[in-house]
């Protein structure tokens, strides 16, 4: 399993500290939520501020564009240091030339589905997610949804693509992420907030 610190729970005042401590805690990557205002009620932090802290740590800069015309950012957020783009299927840009876009940059991309999205919608473009992720939120009932998109991986022998729970991580949810197929769990306040941040991610890290 890896953990990917979610900065959404970090202390923004210091950001950049905020990514060493999670870097030296084992942190696998680091995921940094964009929220747009439109796609998404709230706003967080653009290209700008992933640049800035992007000397703080060499580990995978995840980069979840919650945003709704994430091709028109991508060059952005490559130039700002991103290893990672995941955007949303139920976005306004063309999935197919937003994922040629990401890989164009050589940058791994990946979808997102919103809980009441099927999992079947991702199926089309399994196949370009090399190596790819399957975002989805942890909740108890969206677990099926994950063992299903994780069975259509094995059937096609795609291997290589990563299923990513987005949320919600803690003790007493992690093994059911990892028992229903989860490679990537993003932990937020359980990591940020625990009294020792390396003994909780070497923990979610075992499962």
């Not at 979610?6 to 805690?25: Q, T, V, Y």
């Not at 990557?29 to 929220?35: F, K, N, S």
């Not at 709704?68 to 063309?94: M, R």
């Not at 795609?158 to 990892?178: H, K, V």
Request: glycine residues 8%.
């Amino acid at each position: 399993m890896k953990i990917a610190p979610s900065l959404l729970s970090c202390d923004f005042s210091k950001m950049g500290e905020e990514i060493e401590r999670m870097d030296l805690a084992g942190a696998d990557w680091m995921h940094l939520d964009v929220m747009d205002g439109h796609f998404v009620p709230n706003i967080t932090f653009g290209a700008p501020v992933i640049k800035a802290v992007r000397k703080f740590s060499n580990r995978p800069f995840d980069v979840h564009l919650m945003i709704s015309d994430p091709l028109k950012y991508i060059d952005d957020f490559a130039d700002a240091g991103a290893d990672i783009i995941t955007f949303h299927v139920e976005c306004d840009s063309d999935i197919d030339d937003t994922i040629a876009k990401i890989k164009s940059r050589g940058i791994k991309p990946g979808l997102v589905l919103k809980p009441n999205t099927p999992a079947w919608t991702v199926f089309p473009y399994l196949e370009k997610l090399d190596p790819g992720f399957g975002g989805q939120s942890f909740m108890p009932e969206m677990m099926p949804k994950v063992k299903e998109i994780k069975r259509e991986c094995q059937r096609r022998g795609l291997n290589n693509i990563l299923i990513e729970a987005d949320g919600g991580i803690g003790r007493d949810t992690i093994e059911q992420a990892s028992e229903a197929g989860v490679d990537v769990c993003v932990a937020g306040t359980a990591v940020f907030r625990a009294a020792d941040p390396a003994k909780a991610i070497e923990l979610f890290k075992s499962f």
